[in-house]
């Protein structure tokens, strides 16, 4: 059973930096594609980027260009590189798993899920 738990969260100011950790266990992620997901306070959940078992990345558009997704199998560990962070990126930050050669930005489609790390952005 694969378990997830992320960290690296915290508060921030606008156009700051934070990188979130996904630190799995149970299972290697070799053959995992890797997803962050966030959710701000009165909003649904939303798909922020994601990495496949071979390292390539997908992200939504709204992040694109300021976030970076990687992967280091041999820490068993998935990054979130944030930078130019936004008011607007404040949210509970999560990461998923499934055991898949793609990956999406849709949450239905992971079966594991960690337990979430709050990111806060303000001055």
């Known amino acids: 059973q694969l378990q997830l738990v992320e960290s690296g969260g915290g508060l921030v100011q606008p156009g700051g930096s934070l990188r979130l950790s996904c630190a799995a266990s149970g299972a290697t992620i070799n053959y995992y594609a890797i997803g962050w997901f966030r959710q701000a306070p009165g909003k649904e959940r939303e798909g922020v980027s994601c990495i496949r078992p071979n390292g390539g990345p997908s992200y939504a558009g709204s992040v694109k260009d300021r976030f970076t997704i990687s992967r280091d199998n041999a820490k068993n560990t998935v990054y979130l590189q944030m930078n130019t962070l936004k008011p607007e990126d404040t949210a509970v930050y999560y990461c998923?798993?499934?055991?898949?050669?793609?990956?999406?930005?849709?949450?239905?489609?992971?079966?594991?899920w960690g337990q979430g790390t709050q990111v806060t952005v303000s001055s």
């Open positions: 998923a798993a499934v055991r898949s050669f793609v990956c999406t930005i849709m949450g239905p489609s992971y079966d594991y």
